[in-house]
């Protein structure tokens, strides 16, 4: 049944809310943990404890809405609301049940106080959506009812309709159990034929075969088998009973096949796609780098300029010290000319070396980022290789069940050698394909 559950305040409009005479038929079935023995006393006791603490939201609201035809007894709606509360952790809070019918449906609303009157604290209730989702893909599954897309995941999907990012995420993600568990789920709970079923299983990437020893299993496009029966936890005979005789399906071996038969062209495209956009990368870098060279040739003819105009100029004033005529004479005699030589000498020394200096800092700091741009394009083929490699292993594992495609056929396994990189900083062997 569908959980819609929201943390509030507004006690005397819930209640009113409640007990809308609009229903056909309210039913306050049951209060717990109130002084009061009707709803809108239990809310205002609620709202009235709850002043004693800074919580505004200090009610919890729940509503449970099974399948318009389904016939959901009593017991099954408390039991919902038993597994709610233990998940949410509200066991022994203040807690009302209501039931209202209306249009020939019969749904349930179930409201908690938050507040624990000892404490005087809130119950606090993280990710309260996606467990109150958990638990109602459980209550479809356990009373067979047909599940709505809201709540199936996609997450395992037709991998023949990935984009190359797609691809890419599902290899670095490690396929957890539990959502294989839910998506076989899904699939069961969202079909009411073979047919159907065949279809909600490759929407989410497996196939339906005959297994071995296992009766109907789900084949995924990596070759995992997994037990209809004991992944969904469905009896074989009720399997059985939907799906017809497992005669009819394909063995695994064919099933393999046609997933590989599917997978290959896509990974084809996979490979053509990732060789584009490596040129295309690898092109751009080309451009940066040039443009990069360019900007540093013009920072160096600037800087030499510079240095010319100013070493000219100091040359000059330099010059300038030294006295003409018989003030020249007296200079040379006193011995202050050459103290002046001494000192434009020295000058001069410091004045290159200072030159040298700038130059210097100069180099270093174009060839600072000339190295970040190397450091870049030597990490984008890093990972450019290792998808290719990754296309590559995956299309000679397909291959390897016997599916003959125009890329095996021209490529084939004995192709494989190493590959040395000559534009990363450090030699790395990769394997790939001569094609790629």
């Known amino acids: 049944m569908i959980l819609n559950a929201s943390q509030r305040g507004g006690a005397q409009q819930l209640a009113a809310h409640l007990l809308n005479d609009e229903n056909e038929n309210i039913d306050v079935h049951s209060l717990r943990g109130f002084a009061s023995a009707d709803l809108k006393g239990a809310f205002v006791e609620a709202h009235a404890i709850a002043k004693g603490t800074k919580c505004s939201q200090f009610l919890f609201s729940l509503s449970l809405s099974p399948p318009p035809d389904a016939a959901v007894s009593t017991q099954a709606f408390e039991d919902a609301i038993d597994q709610v509360e233990h998940a949410l952790g509200l066991e022994g809070q203040p807690r009302a049940i209501v039931f209202h019918e209306k249009e020939g449906r019969r749904h349930a609303h179930a409201v908690w106080s938050r507040i624990n009157p000892k404490t ?31 709540l199936t995941d996609s997450e395992l999907r037709d991998p023949t309709n990935f984009t190359l990012a797609d691809w890419q995420q599902a290899k670095r993600a490690e396929r957890d159990p539990r959502d294989i568990k839910r998506a076989l789920q899904d699939a069961w709970a969202l079909t009411d034929s073979k047919a159907s079923y065949i279809a909600a299983l490759a929407e989410r990437g497996f196939k339906l075969a005959r297994g071995d020893r296992r009766g109907f299993v789900a084949l995924d496009h990596e070759g995992e088998v997994y037990a209809i029966a004991r992944w969904t936890g469905i009896k074989t005979k009720d399997v059985r009973a939907k799906l017809g005789p497992e005669k009819d399906l394909p063995a695994l071996d064919e099933a393999r096949q046609a997933f590989a038969a599917e997978l290959i062209p896509r990974l084809e495209q996979f490979r053509e796609e990732a060789k584009a956009r490596r040129d295309r990368d690898l092109s751009l870098f080309n451009e940066q780098r040039q443009a990069l060279t360019d900007k540093h040739k013009a920072e160096r003819s600037a800087l030499a300029q ?6 000219k100029e ?40 200072r030159d040298a200096k700038e130059l210097d800092a100069l180099i270093n700091s174009q060839l600072t980022n000339r190295r970040k741009l190397q450091v870049q394009k030597a990490q984008a083929l890093k990972r450019y ?32 050698i190493h590959h040395q990189s000559h534009d990363s900083p450090c030699d790395q062997k990769i394997p790939i394909l001569l094609s790629l």
């Open 120 to 150: 005087m604290t809130a119950v606090p209730l993280p990710l309260f959506k996606l467990k109150l989702r958990e638990i109602s893909r459980g209550l479809y599954l356990e009373h067979g009812w047909t599940m709505p897309k809201g």
């Open 306 to 311: 510079k240095q010319a105009k100013r070493w």
């Open 314 to 353: 100091e040359l000059a004033a330099r010059q300038r010290r030294y006295r003409r005529g018989l003030f020249g004479l007296w200079d040379r005699l006193t011995g202050k000319h050459g103290a002046i030589a001494a000192q434009n000498v020295k000058e001069t020394k410091a004045a290159a070396e």
């Open 385 to 416: 290789r290792s998808q290719e490699r990754d296309i590559a292993l995956a299309i000679v594992k397909l291959n390897s069940l016997g599916v003959i495609t125009k890329y095996s056929e021209a490529t084939p396994m004995k192709t494989y």
